[in-house]
């Protein structure tokens, strides 16, 4: 059993950065790929980025390219999300995930309750 806890969410205004880390517990963390989904209200969960459990290879979601990066630290057993250039539109529950490496929320097996991000205009 893989239990996720994410940290990192707040409030912050539009242009600025923040930092979401997904803390897994379990000794198999490196076997998984990992990633991070997002939902706003009233609207279905949207795939953010994935990384790969081998030789990391990245999936980033079009909405986000160029102002989101994933990382993992296997030795921590964390995934990180970096978000710069924050958007109102960005504003949502982040969700982190671990299962196979797609973009599908139906991928992956274990989820983390969530953290919610805020960006004002």
Avoid: H
């Amino acid at each position: 059993q893989v239990q996720l806890v994410e940290s990192g969410g707040g409030l912050v205004q539009a242009g600025g950065s923040l930092r979401l880390s997904c803390a897994a517990s379990g000794r198999t963390f490196s076997s998984y790929s990992w990633g991070w989904f997002r939902q706003a209200p009233g609207k279905e969960r949207e795939f953010v980025a994935a990384i790969s459990w081998g030789a990391p290879t990245t999936y980033i979601a079009d909405s986000v390219k160029g102002r989101f990066t994933i990382s993992r630290d296997n030795a921590k057993n964390t995934v990180y999300l970096q978000m710069n250039s924050l958007k109102p539109e960005d504003t949502a529950v982040y969700y982190c995930a671990g299962g196979q490496f797609s973009s599908s929320p139906t991928s992956y097996r274990y989820w983390g309750q969530g953290t919610q991000v805020t960006v004002s205009s």
